[in-house]
Nanobody, 124 residues
């Protein structure tokens, strides 16, 4: 099982920022589509942002636009999620995910590659 590796989660106060990182193992080769998801206990994983790694095209669900920024490094082995002006409702486990199909799916089941998740807690 391919395991991506997230880092950067933590606890912040509302209005603060965090930058999450995700390392893509080199042995899996080029991955055309990578996404960030988040999950609150009891709810399904929800897409936060995704990026087509070759063209750099980025997609955000409507509710995520403006405060979250997905990016990658030039080598395409690191994926990032910059989160600004965090709110308590952003509290969740954040996951990076990858798929070999060039489509920004919002269904977690369409992604075969996942990280273990990194927790983000935003307090008032």
């Amino acid at each position: 099982q391919v395991l991506l590796a997230e880092s950067g989660g933590g606890s912040v106060q509302a209005g603060g920022s965090l930058r999450l990182s995700c390392e893509v193992p080199g042995y899996i080769g080029r991955i055309p589509l990578m996404s960030w998801f988040r999950q609150v206990p009891g709810l399904k994983r929800a897409k936060v942002a995704c990026i087509e790694t070759e063209r750099g095209l980025i997609y955000y669900p409507g509710a995520m636009k403006g405060r979250f920024t997905i990016s990658q490094d030039n080598s395409k082995t690191w994926l990032y999620l910059q989160m600004d002006n965090l709110k308590p409702e952003d509290t969740a486990i954040y996951y990076c995910a990858a798929r070999d199909v060039l489509y920004c799916s919002g269904f977690a089941t369409n992604y075969p590659y996942w990280g273990q998740g990194t927790p983000v807690t935003v307090s008032l």
